[in-house]
């Protein structure tokens, strides 16, 4: 289960970092919020 929540931070990390580093902002955003999403639903399932 707590995989689910490494995942989810992961998620939520590439958000911020693709405010952080120079590149494909919307790409990098909605790959984000995609794994944050499916990592915190998951967990929360658990």
């Known amino acids: 289960m707590w995989q689910n929540w490494i995942i989810g931070l ?6 911020v970092a693709s405010f952080i580093i120079d ?8 790959v984000g919020i995609a794994v944050a999403i499916l990592g915190f639903w998951k967990a929360i399932q658990g």
């Open 10 to 15: 992961l998620g939520t990390w590439l958000i």
């Open 23 to 30: 590149g494909n902002l919307i790409n990098q955003l909605v």
